[in-house]
T-cell receptor
Framework: ELKVEQNPLFLSMQEGKNYTIYCNYS?????LYWYRQDPGKSLESLFV?????AVKQEGRLMASLDTKARLSTLHITAAVHDLSATYFC???????????FGGGTRVLVKP | EPEVTQTPSHQVTQMGQEVILRCVPI?????FYWYRQILGQKVEFLVS????????KSEIFDDQFSVERPDGSNFTLKIRSTKLEDSAMYFC?????????????FGPGTRLTVL
C-alpha cells in the first residue's frame, strides 16, 4: 500500500525567511503533485513533477523530485503572508490514476 | 478557463437518508474522480470513473456508494443511507488523461453534514 508522509505537519513562518516542506512516499512512482488548500476551499494545483530530478518554480515556491530517495521538497523563499495555507503532496502509483495524499502541512506566515 | 463545478455547496441530511452529490467535470476530460476530506484530515480517494465504468475504488467506497454519469456532462455520487461518519467535504475532480501529466483538477467541493 502506498504511503505518503509529509513533515512538518505545521509550520509557523516569519515573513522574509526560507522554509522547506518534505514529502516522502513508500513505493515506486514517478508522478508527484503539490496542491494548495485555503481554509474551506478546494485544492489548487501548484506543481506536477514527472521525472527524477524535476524542478519547478513559480514565484516564491520551488518543488523538486528525487525518485530514487522517494522524496519531494517544496521550498518557500522569503515567505509572505499570502502563502498561508495548507500544502498537500500527492502521488500516483506507477500505472495507476488515483492520487494518494500526504497529511498536509499547515503553513502560517506571521509578520 | 474551464473548471469543475459541484452542487450543492452544502448539504445537510438526516442519518439514513439518501444524498446525491453532483459534479460537472471539465468538458473534454475523460477521467472523473471523487475524493473526500473529513474536517482537518487528509484527502482520501473514493473512486475513479472512465468510459462509463468504475476503474478503481477504495475500501471506503462500499455498497452504500455509487457513481453515475447520467448524461454527457454530469457525474454524480450517491450515498444510499448516510451515516454520521459520512460527514465530510466531497471533492469531484477530472483529468484529461491517465498517463503523462494526469493533472487532476478539483471542484469547489460539497460539504455534507449528516445529523
Amino acid at each position: 500500500e502506498l504511503k505518503v508522509e509529509q513533515n512538518p505537519l505545521f509550520l509557523s513562518m516569519q515573513e522574509g525567511k526560507n522554509y522547506t516542506i518534505y514529502c516522502n512516499y513508500s513505493t515506486t512512482s514517478d508522478r508527484l503533485y503539490w496542491y494548495r488548500q485555503d481554509p474551506g476551499k478546494s485544492l489548487e494545483s501548484l506543481f506536477v513533477l514527472l521525472s527524477n530530478g524535476a524542478v519547478k518554480q513559480e514565484g516564491r515556491l520551488m518543488a523538486s523530485l528525487d525518485t530514487k530517495a522517494r522524496l519531494s521538497t517544496l521550498h518557500i523563499t522569503a515567505a509572505v503572508h499570502d502563502l498561508s495555507a495548507t500544502y498537500f503532496c500527492a502521488v500516483i502509483k506507477a500505472a495507476g490514476n488515483k492520487l494518494t495524499f500526504g497529511g498536509g502541512t499547515r503553513v502560517l506566515v506571521k509578520p | 478557463e474551464p473548471e469543475v463545478t459541484q452542487t450543492p455547496s452544502h448539504q445537510v441530511t438526516q442519518m439514513g437518508q439518501e444524498v446525491i452529490l453532483r459534479c460537472v467535470p471539465i468538458s473534454n476530460h475523460l477521467y472523473f474522480y471523487w475524493y473526500r476530506q473529513i474536517l482537518g484530515q487528509k484527502v482520501e480517494f473514493l473512486v475513479s470513473f472512465y468510459n462509463n465504468e468504475i476503474s478503481e475504488k477504495s475500501e471506503i467506497f462500499d455498497d452504500q456508494f455509487s457513481v453515475e454519469r447520467p448524461d454527457g456532462s454530469n457525474f454524480t455520487l450517491k450515498i444510499r443511507s448516510t451515516k454520521l461518519e459520512d460527514s465530510a467535504m466531497y471533492f469531484c475532480a477530472s483529468s484529461g488523461s491517465r498517463g503523462g501529466l494526469n493533472e487532476q483538477f478539483f471542484g469547489p467541493g460539497t460539504r455534507l453534514t449528516v445529523l
